[in-house]
């Protein structure tokens, strides 16, 4: 039984399969888009227990708590550090 175990896998264990995949850690830095303009840099996740909590930087200073779901992260892009989010501008 596994149940209340954690799960490991390197990173070398991701394949052309898993490519829609990545680690959270991966996320800091990123930057983040909305309608196309670039609106802030992701700084830190933290999990309050129903969902990941993304704080974004945003360009004008402000701290946005964005809810990490599939409604407001439409697009992440490890490789290029991008981020297309939508209802960015509701939670500021």
Known sequence: NI???YLYISKSGY???CRNLYIREEL???KIFYNNEERG???HITNFGASDIVEVKATNGEIVNLPFIN???LEINIPEKKIKVDYFDDYL
Request: proline letters at 7%; glycine letters at 14%.
């Open 3 to 5: 149940r209340g175990q």
């Open 71 to 73: 409604e407001v992260f």
């Open 28 to 30: 800091p830095g990123c």
């Open 15 to 17: 394949n052309e399969k």
């Open 41 to 43: 840099e992701v700084v």
